[in-house]
């Protein structure tokens, strides 16, 4: 039900019921919970506005929070609409920035001057590898980006070095790590400087031991409202806990199930404890969604139900059903992204507009197969973040390829000589090119030239010389050796794997799955010279279309986003949810992923096309897929099931009993096997606690026997050599002996 006119306060007009609750309520603390699509923003900002227009607070006495610059300055415009120049008052920004502000205040009283520097993550870097030379602290055993990550990660726990325990820091930095974080901390007193986490740090440590500083932002702050809250650190949620007065005027807009950053400290319990935190809190659900149709709305709901650690609400629309959600499945991710890519050039050539349509993936190698289809077939789009080949890791890779094709690379050499680091300073680099224009020869050859000399110091005279010494090493192996088994060959015996497998940064997994799926890529080419002709013409790929262009991003960039259709690949066991996330945060992690899947399916306003795929190629090597248990926990009227014809009869995407699912299936073999996703599913039916797949079983072994040629989609054509059950041996006329499961071939 909607309220009516309001002349008086013109943003009540058109609020529902629980929106104008939260608008009105103005003393004691309220929490908000937000649903996707239910007018968060409009709530927040017509209850600022409510603040002032009312006389309620003065809107200096007002302190708004929130994560981005971007939302920041779109509330103050919003309110500055409704209320006119006194919305400039407002204490209205990040924490980040808002701290900031505080701390320069009062930075005497941690020992700065009110004029200190807030340092980059380079500066910081620089910094803690100082402390560490000088502590003799071996910064390749221990990354200094990895023991940076760490101490920011304290920070936004609320911990001071002293309050760091001997079990937390472990043996890092050989057991140094608490000494290490309190050097940086003196140091950056010393430089007059912070990071980001000190902003909130510094002033915890200020309120906590200085009463009356806070004592006067109680006085001067009457009213408290944040932005988001399901995605606080334990540190904002310290902060916003001392910052809130005897008068409890604190109001927290979330939304619990769409907690999806804890990998990054985000703590869902602060949205859960909130009523135990303030007792007597008011709980207003937003509930009435205007963005999505109500199957999908269902579905999203039917996902998210299935976790135990929720406030509870669920979404409705009174607009129309829509269509229900389309579940498709696919031979292999090839043959998905052909699919999705081809349902997107249908809408375009209807006149749909691209600019509508997005892509999320779970993780970011994915985007490789749905780039490489779109430039093949000039559909335009854009990656939110970095293209496939444009990333540092892959630029990285593809540079020693490109060095071991052609040695005079100049490009290739500069860009890889010192990745991973060998000890070759500028200086040594600046040599190298001075022995390049005196010897008029490319960089390679000079640096070869180079360390039959004395002009380099002794150590980086080695190091030159074993780099030099690889590269022609592995130049001799590659007319040998397949070039897939050069690239994993190079990547490991050149330290680059190990460089991103040492560091512990939140991006350093996603950047070795990019480089395994960079393997899998070359697979596709007869050659390391086809394959690098290949990626040149994709790096020139760019296109323009008056229509946009398709969005290509991963499920915890689109947060806050909305198209028109959405299409997400890659719902399989292992890849969504993610194993790494299970195995690390166990039902914890699964409930995020589920949170992850909830946000995806309400990003769309009309369509969303759910896919699997019936194999993956993981590490060069083709292994079996099976759908999701998000898939199965699709409420099934919401949906529509369409699945390639022979592929739903594989067990991957049938009721597989777990003896069928132990003993074996497609992919079994020499060069394929079980995912992380088949062996758990197993595990799950097992013990009786696995929903069965809607997906029925289609095809067997017994119209082929032995000598039949037959065709597979990924493998191509080959002759059955034995039959086993459901399962065919089958001598492929390219890939060689292979067991596959009967359902994923037929007869030419």
């Known amino acids: 039900m909607q309220t009516a006119p309001s002349t008086a306060h013109p943003w009540r007009d058109g609020l529902n019921d629980p929106q104008r609750e939260a608008v009105e309520t103005l003393s004691g603390p309220l929490l908000v919970l937000s649903g996707a699509g239910t007018g968060k923003t409009r709530v927040l900002t017509s209850r600022l506005a409510e603040l002032v227009a009312t006389g309620t607070a003065k809107p200096w006495n007002i302190l708004a929070v929130t994560f981005t610059n971007k939302a920041a300055r779109e509330m103050k415009m919003r309110v500055a609409s409704m209320v006119g120049p006194m919305a400039e008052q407002v204490w209205l920004g990040t924490f980040h920035a808002l701290a900031a502000r505080m701390l320069r205040r009062h930075a005497d009283l941690v020992g700065l001057r009110s004029d200190f520097t807030i340092l980059d993550v380079d500066d910081q870097n620089r910094v803690l590898k100082q402390l560490m030379e000088a502590d003799d602290i071996d910064t390749k055993r221990w990354p200094v980006r990895l023991l940076g990550g760490v101490i920011q990660r304290w920070k936004d726990r609320g911990l001071v070095p002293d309050k760091v325990g001997a079990a937390e820091a472990g043996d890092l930095a050989n057991g140094r790590l608490r000494e290490l974080y309190a050097a940086y901390q003196a140091r950056l007193l010393a430089l007059n400087a912070v990071d980001f986490g000190d902003l909130l740090l510094h002033m915890l440590t200020i309120f906590q031991t200085h009463t009356d500083v806070l004592a006067e932002y109680h006085g001067r702050i009457s009213h408290i409202m944040v932005d988001e809250y399901q995605d606080t650190n334990v540190a904002q949620y310290l902060w916003?806990?001392?910052?809130?007065?005897?008068?409890?005027?604190?109001?927290?807009?979330?939304?619990?199930?769409?907690?999806?950053?804890?990998?990054?400290?985000?703590?869902?319990?602060?949205?859960?404890?909130?009523?135990?935190?303030?007792?007597?809190?008011?709980?207003?659900?937003?509930?009435?969604?205007?963005?999505?149709?109500?199957?999908?709305?269902?579905?999203?709901?039917?996902?998210?139900?299935?976790?135990?650690?929720?406030?509870?609400?669920?979404?409705?629309?009174?607009?129309?059903?829509?269509?229900?959600?389309?579940?498709?499945?696919?031979?292999?991710?090839?043959?998905?992204?052909?699919?999705?890519?081809?349902?997107?050039?249908?809408?375009?050539?209807?006149?749909?507009?691209?600019s509508k349509i997005a892509v999320l993936v779970r993780a970011g190698f994915?985007?490789?197969?749905?780039?490489?289809?779109?430039?093949?077939?000039?559909?335009?789009?854009?990656?939110?973040?970095?293209?496939?080949?444009?990333?540092?890791?892959?630029?990285?890779?593809?540079?020693?390829?490109?060095?071991?094709?052609?040695?005079?690379?100049?490009?290739?050499?500069?860009?890889?000589?010192?990745?991973?680091?060998?000890?070759?300073?500028?200086?040594?680099?600046?040599?190298?090119?001075?022995?390049?224009?005196?010897?008029?020869?490319?960089?390679?050859?000079?640096?070869?030239?180079?360390?039959?000399?004395?002009?380099?110091?002794?150590?980086?005279?080695?190091?030159?010389?074993?780099?030099?010494?690889?590269?022609?090493?592995?130049?001799?192996?590659?007319?040998?050796?397949?070039?897939?088994?050069?690239?994993?060959?190079?990547?490991?015996?050149?330290?680059?794997?190990?460089?991103?497998?040492?560091?512990?940064?939140?991006?350093?997994?996603?950047?070795?799955?990019?480089?395994?799926?960079?393997v899998n890529a070359m697979q596709d080419f007869d050659s390391l010279q086809g394959f690098l002709e290949h990626i040149s013409l994709v790096m020139d790929g760019d296109s323009e279309s008056e229509q946009g262009e398709v969005t290509l991003m991963t499920l915890h960039a689109a947060k806050g986003l909305e198209f028109d259709t959405v299409f997400m690949p890659?719902?399989?066991?292992?890849?969504?949810?993610?194993?790494?996330?299970i195995d690390e945060n166990g039902a914890v992690g699964l409930e995020e992923e589920r949170r992850l899947a909830y946000v995806g399916i309400t990003r769309a306003r009309r369509q969303v096309y759910l896919s699997f795929a019936g194999s993956r190629r993981i590490h060069g090597q083709w292994q079996s897929s099976i759908p999701s248990r998000f898939v199965q926990e699709l409420p099934p009227e919401t949906v529509i099931e369409d699945v390639a014809q022979g592929l739903g009869g594989g067990i991957p995407f049938g009721r597989a009993t777990p003896a069928q699912l132990a003993s074996g299936g497609y992919g079994e073999g020499a060069s394929g096997g079980y995912g992380p996703g088949w062996r758990r599913m197993a595990a799950r039916r097992e013990s009786g606690t696995e929903a069965q797949s809607s997906f029925t079983p289609q095809g067997n072994a017994a119209g082929f026997a032995a000598g039949d040629r037959v065709f597979h989609q990924k493998f191509g054509m080959g002759d059955v050599v034995h039959v086993d059950g459901d399962k065919l041996e089958i001598a492929f006329d390219r890939a060689g002996h292979k067991k596959v499961v009967a359902g994923f071939v037929s007869k030419p």
């Not at 998210?304 to 059903?321: D, H, M, P, Q």
């Not at 224009?437 to 005279?461: G, N, Y």
């Not at 890659?570 to 996330?581: D, L, V």
């Open 366 to 518: 994915q985007t490789r197969e749905f780039e490489e289809r779109f430039i093949a077939i000039g559909l335009p789009y854009r990656v939110v973040g970095t293209r496939f080949y444009e990333r540092a890791e892959i630029r990285d890779a593809i540079a020693y390829m490109r060095l071991i094709a052609q040695p005079a690379d100049d490009l290739a050499f500069e860009r890889i000589v010192n990745v991973p680091k060998r000890g070759l300073g500028t200086a040594s680099i600046q040599a190298i090119h001075v022995q390049a224009r005196a010897s008029d020869k490319p960089l390679m050859a000079a640096a070869i030239d180079l360390v039959t000399t004395d002009e380099l110091r002794p150590a980086a005279r080695t190091a030159l010389g074993g780099f030099c010494q690889d590269i022609a090493r592995w130049r001799d192996t590659a007319g040998s050796l397949h070039h897939t088994d050069l690239a994993k060959m190079v990547l490991d015996e050149s330290g680059y794997t190990a460089m991103w497998q040492a560091d512990r940064s939140p991006e350093a997994e996603g950047r070795l799955e990019n480089l395994t799926e960079l």
């Open 570 to 581: 890659g719902w399989e066991e292992g890849i969504f949810p993610s194993q790494r996330t």
């Open 240 to 354: 916003l806990r001392l910052l809130t007065g005897p008068d409890r005027n604190l109001c927290c807009v979330g939304d619990d199930d769409q907690s999806i950053y804890g990998w990054r400290g985000a703590e869902v319990g602060n949205i859960l404890k909130f009523e135990s935190d303030f007792p007597g809190a008011k709980i207003v659900r937003l509930e009435e969604n205007y963005r999505s149709t109500g199957h999908i709305l269902a579905a999203a709901s039917g996902i998210i139900a299935r976790n135990e650690s929720r406030l509870g609400k669920t979404l409705f629309t009174s607009a129309e059903e829509g269509e229900k959600l389309r579940v498709n499945g696919y031979w292999d991710g090839a043959d998905e992204a052909r699919a999705i890519s081809a349902d997107m050039e249908s809408m375009q050539a209807r006149g749909d507009d691209l």
